[in-house]
């Protein structure tokens, strides 16, 4: 049984301390997990109120670049010239490619050069001048053509004229225009129909600097604003380009300081409740164990003081039984078995009261009278105690104390004086005990002092003294009867009547015990 209990005891044991150390880890991570869904409720919040003003810039210089090239194309001319307005600095150049060739205006001769050395880029802006859904082709990453594998799909575009003869003119109205991306390159074009197929026009966008139009607009919270093209997986949020406003990782929180003071307590109470929890925890277990030694301590104290009496009375009733003893013996013997029995009965008295003590019964008797009339008698019963056992007891009562009424337990002060005197039987070592017992009159209370003359408590005892089935060394050398329970039972009995024992002193000349009892009313 004692082995399950302790498994049981173990297994809540660990169960505890997990519990504990979980919910320390929970609040050691609480504060930032809770601040990242903060910074993200914030960055949402910002992001909101930015994308309106970054929209409608965007939407103004992308508008004034598209005007600039019209509502018609100057197909068919010898040279293409700049717009008069310019180009803005995150234009990279504005460009018309058709049947013809690709065409830049005057004066812009990087971007025609650029883009003539990216035939990739040439033919992706042929193939989206028929289709704008035409995907991106790279030929260097292609697989390689096989014309009885594979069909014909890029770099193929429409020709309605093959005359090359025949001049080039514009058969319809341009289209809307769309933009596309490849590799950190941002196209923006638009279609339009002519005698030797579809041409296309547009401009080439520098990411960075439009950019850095557009963040001086986003909201100072957001410190570490982005834009730039979309990625995998990602959605636009600034229309018609392929581009995302992103908040970055630093946000400002206006009030943080007190999130993080209200973070805090609740950090530092979680972190309490954790190591309170172990600390209970093994404050229970030391209690069990303290416990378990008492009881052992108590099984093996009552075992050793039942033992010697059983075994005296063993011997003397058979003896007496088989007429073994001489005449003069036989009274001895009665004597000897009287005293024993009553000293068994002692300790089942005390053994009883305690429990009863433990399970917060008392005895609710109550005994009223003056001093003079109650304390005589008791006292009485205490010298006898003390006489048999060659001790001698004096005592004496304060005049003050004749007529002042008591109303109390008497069988409980009995059974606490006759511990002490026990005690001071026990110990007694003088060539002539003595115990002097002293009624004085305190304020609102009787005082009972009970000295002897024995050798003293020592020092290292005395805080122990009133613990049950504390013993000294030579109790427990065997050299003393007792199970370490008359001081304890005393006490107890003392604060269950509403009075209280304790040490008055003990030195080499005595130990004075002090009882303290109401006075009635």
């Not at 030694?293 to 009375?313: G, I, K, N, Q, Y």
């Not at 088989?322 to 024993?340: Q, S």
């Not at 004085?440 to 005892?461: C, K, V, W």
């Not at 805080?463 to 109790?475: D, I, V, Y």
């Amino acid at each position: 049984m004692k082995k399950k209990l302790t498994i049981i005891l173990a297994f809540f044991s660990l169960l505890v301390i997990g519990a504990a150390l979980w919910q320390a880890h929970e609040a050691a991570t609480l504060e930032e997990r809770l601040l990242q869904i903060d910074r993200q409720t914030q960055a949402n919040r910002l992001l909101e109120l930015s994308l309106p003003r970054v929209q409608a810039e965007l939407s103004r210089l992308l508008n004034a670049e598209r005007n600039k090239l019209g509502k018609k194309p100057p197909i068919g001319l010898m040279y293409y010239h700049m717009p008069e307005e310019g180009k803005a600095d995150f234009n990279n150049g504005f460009f018309m490619l058709t049947s013809r060739g690709l065409q830049c205006p005057l004066g812009d001769e990087a971007i025609k050069q650029w883009l003539e050395n990216n035939s990739m880029i040439i033919d992706a802006i042929r193939r989206k001048a028929d289709n704008p859904n035409a995907p991106v082709f790279n030929p260097d990453k292609a697989v390689k053509f096989d014309p009885d594998v594979h069909l014909p799909v890029f770099g193929v575009y429409q020709v309605t004229d093959p005359n090359e003869e025949q001049p080039l003119k514009l058969t319809g109205t341009p289209g809307p225009f769309f933009s596309w991306f490849y590799e950190g390159l941002l196209v923006c074009q638009r279609s339009f129909p002519t005698t030797h197929g579809n041409g296309a026009d547009g401009f080439v966008i520098d990411v960075p600097k439009l950019a850095a139009h557009l963040l001086p607009l986003v909201e100072p919270g957001l410190e570490q604003p982005e834009i730039r093209l979309i990625q995998r997986g990602e959605v636009s949020n600034l229309s018609p380009l392929p581009l995302i406003l992103k908040p970055g990782n630093k946000i400002t929180l206006p009030d943080s300081g007190l999130r993080e003071q209200a973070l805090r307590g609740t950090v530092a109470s979680a972190w309490l409740i954790s190591i309170l929890s172990i600390v209970i925890l093994f404050g229970l277990l030391a209690f069990y164990a303290r416990l378990e030694r008492r009881r052992s301590d108590f099984v093996s104290a009552v075992t050793h003081e039942l033992r010697t009496p059983l075994t005296s009375f063993n011997l003397y009733t058979e003896m007496l039984r088989n007429g073994n003893l001489p005449p003069e013996k036989v009274a001895e013997y009665h004597d000897t078995l009287y005293n024993e029995s009553r000293r068994l009965g002692h300790l089942v008295e005390n053994v009883l009261s305690f429990a009863k003590l433990t399970r917060g019964k008392v005895r609710g008797r109550q005994d009223v009278g003056t001093c003079s009339k109650l304390l005589p008698e008791l006292f009485a019963k205490v010298r006898e105690r003390l006489a048999k056992a060659g001790v001698e007891c004096h005592y004496t009562l304060d005049p003050r104390t004749t007529l002042i009424t008591m109303r109390t337990d008497l069988l409980s002060v009995e059974q606490v004086l006759i511990n002490l005197a026990d005690n001071a039987i026990k110990y007694a070592e003088a060539k002539h005990p003595t115990v002097s017992i002293n009624v004085l009159q305190s304020h609102r209370t009787l005082a009972i002092r009970f000295a002897d003359n024995g050798p003293g408590i020592p020092a290292e005892l005395q805080k122990g003294l009133f613990r049950a089935f504390s013993r000294s060394a030579k109790s427990e050398s065997g050299r003393k009867p007792g199970v370490g329970l008359g001081l304890a039972l005393s006490r107890d009995l003392a604060r269950s009547i509403g009075g209280d024992l304790v040490l008055d002193k003990s030195d080499a000349a005595g130990t004075t015990f002090l009882l303290t009892l109401p006075l009635g009313e």
